[in-house]
């Protein structure tokens, strides 16, 4: 199980965290990542991170201002998000995969309940 939290309202050019909670999975074991949905929009891919943390993937979106992490002692994943666009505008949500290099949507086992990020002056 995944909770998802940190979301919020921001002005353009602000920040969130964004923090996802894992439970009742081996969370070193997994892959996290995030993806996004905006209204009226299928739901797409914004960053990942390996088990150990050492290799992390990004959307061209979120390249530069986006950063995700883990700490694997508290079984968290983490989407600090800088520079923050209207057009970031959307429903986060965390997953968690045991594939080692996940692809696609399918290849996540678990997501949160997702978080609202609104972007806006």
């Known amino acids: 199980q995944l909770q998802t939290c940190g979301g919020g309202m921001v002005q353009p050019g602000g920040c969130l965290r964004l923090?996802?909670?894992?439970?009742?999975?081996?969370?070193?074991?997994?892959?996290m990542a995030w993806y996004r949905q905006a209204p009226g929009k299928p739901r797409e891919f914004v960053a990942l991170?390996?088990?150990?943390?050492?290799?992390?993937r990004y959307a061209d979106s979120a390249k530069g201002r986006f950063t995700i992490s883990r700490d694997n002692s508290m079984d968290t994943a983490y989407l600090q998000m800088n520079d923050l666009k209207p057009e970031d505008t959307a429903v986060y949500y965390c997953?968690?995969?045991?594939?080692?290099?996940?692809?696609?949507?399918?290849?996540?086992?678990?997501w949160g309940q997702g978080t609202q990020v609104t972007v806006s002056s």
């Open positions: 991170i390996s088990w150990s943390g050492g290799t992390t």
């Open positions: 923090s996802c909670v894992a439970s009742g999975i081996i969370f070193e074991k997994n892959v």
């Open positions: 997953g968690a995969s045991e594939v080692v290099m996940p692809t696609r949507q399918s290849h996540y086992e678990f």
